[in-house]
């Protein structure tokens, strides 16, 4: 009933009017209400089944109300050592999931204009309970898997074995299979509700990354070393680590996100890649995610939409799963309505991994060529498709982030490819986009320079410049090196480039400065709209 009352899309006073007959009212029957539920739901000696009661009257009510003004309510009273009790008793854990949903939404109470005055926000940043950590990463490892095996079960993507090969082989022989195909990408209409409401556990998850110093801990202990021994848990005999479901959920979300263009996907979209972020500006995320896995807790990348990714090493480290996320961002939402600020998103993750590994002196093994020509491809979509894309704006920063993004892997490069052929095709693909790298002097020059009086935006354009200066530069010595050599083939360019790279070293030896890159990360404000609606729809 409560819902249903509330979903006739009332305003805040109105709701007050019909809960306490009158407004002036309101307040006393709103604090009452609050009070019943931090009294049931920190009451150990109340009936299990009431507190799971009182707790899914709580998130309906404030899913319903979202962001008018009876939320208020809820920040006049702290309800998160109720909520806190909940999770962490093994009588209530269980009620994990709506807990931490309940918690997260609270959190978001109009975040952006009154986050001093919301006690729960505090409450995140400062906790110490590793206990309610580990609740919230064991019941959210359980709904992100699901959500997982939702989109897994519209099309198998699984990797094929030899024994699957031929299986398939002597079923397509069968006469009433002999002309039908299994089509790789999955019909739209298939995935216009995906990802599952579930998905929206990943919320308080963010919420505790970036507010929290000490989660990012709790989530990487999770992860087992390859030398480590199996756990007895019975959550690691059922789903992986919470941190590699993360990276395998985003996979699929990444690749699907246009496939529906709704609000909802899209908005899921920027929630992972930002959580992508956080993770990638996380020195203890990063130095554990740049280890080698175990080959029994391998991450499930999707593999639904052409072009596949390169069949992954069981044992590679999970900073290459993060980085094939982008890589399929990058491919599969190129559209005339483009998502600018979560292009922006991933071009800075990106920029950040190469950031750390060269600090570190890290050669990863990894697939580099297709980051580099998802990149490229991006700047070449941008140049060619500027007059008729449909954004709010940003197309100049996402261009001069990419730039920048390039100047630092070419300048960096012998520090973080794992070999010299890595090394080589890079640079082939730098010289052989440089037409397209050319462009974007142009296409920067027709979106405007910014005024004196905006000093950031005018310290970006010029780091920019000098950026795409630099690349253009280097590109230039290795045509240099190709032209009076007249190559016939690809291969003969690239033959000549390899060549010029072991006589002479990489000519990128360009001075900048190397500082740690200021973090982007942003909190997804935005997102709460979708979050209340999956929160509700789960409780129907």
Same mark, same amino acid.
């Given at each position: ?37 931090? +009294? ?31 939320? &208020? ?41 009154? *986050? ?29 898997? *699901? ?20 299986? &398939? ?55 087992? %070393? ?14 992986? !680590? ?47 995610? #740049?280890?080698? %896995? ?29 980085? +094939? ?20 998103? #991933? ?49 100049? /920063? ?15 490069? +012998?520090?973080?490819?794992? %070999? !010299? ?10 010289? /052989? ?53 007249? !190559?016939?083939? *690809?291969?003969?360019?690239? /033959? ?18 190397? %500082?740690?890159?200021?973090?982007? &990360? ?8 979708? *979050? ?9």
């Amino acid at each position: 009933m409560l819902r249903t009352v509330i979903a006739k899309n009332l305003a805040g006073w109105e709701v007050m009017e019909i809960f306490a007959n009158r407004v002036n009212e309101a307040d006393r029957v709103f604090m009452e209400f609050v009070g019943m539920i931090a +009294d049931v739901l920190g009451d150990d000696d109340a009936p299990e089944t009431l507190r799971h009661q009182v707790l899914q009257l709580a998130v309906v009510f404030t899913c319903s109300i979202s962001q008018l003004s009876p939320g &208020a309510y809820f920040l006049r009273r702290d309800l998160f050592p109720c909520i806190a009790k909940v999770i962490t008793s093994p009588d209530t854990q269980r009620f994990t999931f709506e807990s931490s949903l309940l918690l997260s939404i609270l959190a978001n109470f109009h975040k952006s204009d009154a *986050a001093k005055l919301n006690p729960y926000l505090q409450r995140i940043r400062d906790t110490q309970d590793t206990e309610l950590m580990h609740k919230i990463c064991w019941a959210t490892g359980f709904a992100l898997d *699901a959500a997982v095996k939702a989109y897994q079960e519209i099309s198998d993507d699984s990797i094929p074995t030899f024994a699957k090969s031929v299986g &398939a082989l002597f079923t397509s022989l069968l006469p009433d299979r002999a002309l039908v195909m299994q089509p790789l990408d999955p019909p739209r209409e298939f995935l216009k509700n995906q990802p599952i409401e579930a998905t929206v556990s990943l919320l308080p998850v963010f919420e505790f990354l970036f507010f929290n110093p000490l989660f990012a801990q709790v989530l990487v202990d999770m992860i087992p %070393t390859p030398d480590s021994k199996p756990s007895d848990s019975k959550q690691s005999a059922l789903v992986p !680590p919470l941190a590699y479901n993360i990276l395998s959920l985003s996979s699929y979300v990444l690749t699907h996100a246009s496939s529906s263009a709704s609000p909802r996907t899209l908005a899921y979209a920027n929630l992972a890649l930002n959580t992508l972020l956080v993770m990638s500006e996380n020195m203890h995320i990063m130095s554990v995610f #740049c280890k080698p %896995t175990s080959s029994k807790e391998a991450i499930r990348l999707c593999r639904q939409r052409l072009p596949l990714l390169p069949v992954p090493s069981p044992t590679r480290a999970p900073i290459c799963a993060l980085l +094939d996320c982008c890589v399929l961002w990058l491919r599969h939402n190129l559209h005339k309505q483009l998502e600018v600020y979560t292009f922006t998103t #991933c071009i800075w993750t990106c920029h950040r991994v190469i950031w750390y590994l060269q600090k570190e002196r890290m050669r990863l093994e990894y697939d580099w060529l297709e980051l580099w020509k998802a990149v490229v491809g991006l700047l070449g979509f941008l140049s060619s498709k500027l007059d008729s894309l449909i954004t709010t704006g940003g197309v100049e /920063r996402l261009i001069q982030e990419t730039i920048r993004l390039l100047d630092l892997a070419l300048r960096r490069a +012998d520090l973080f490819l794992p %070999t !010299p052929t890595a090394l080589d095709e890079f640079i082939y693909e730098v010289v /052989r986009s440089s037409a397209v790298i050319r462009k974007q002097t142009l296409v920067l020059q027709s979106l405007g320079q910014p005024t004196s009086a905006d000093r950031g935006a005018s310290l970006r354009s010029d780091s920019a410049s000098k950026a795409l200066a630099r690349v253009l530069s280097t590109a230039a010595y290795y045509e240099g090196k190709l032209a009076p050599a007249g !190559p016939r083939s *690809a291969k003969d360019a690239f /033959r000549i480039v390899s060549k010029d790279i072991e006589q002479n070293g990489l000519h990128s030896a360009h001075d900048a400065d190397d %500082t740690e890159p200021p973090k982007h &990360a942003e909190d997804v404000v935005s997102f709460i709209r979708v *979050a209340c609606a999956d929160g509700l729809a789960l409780m129907s």
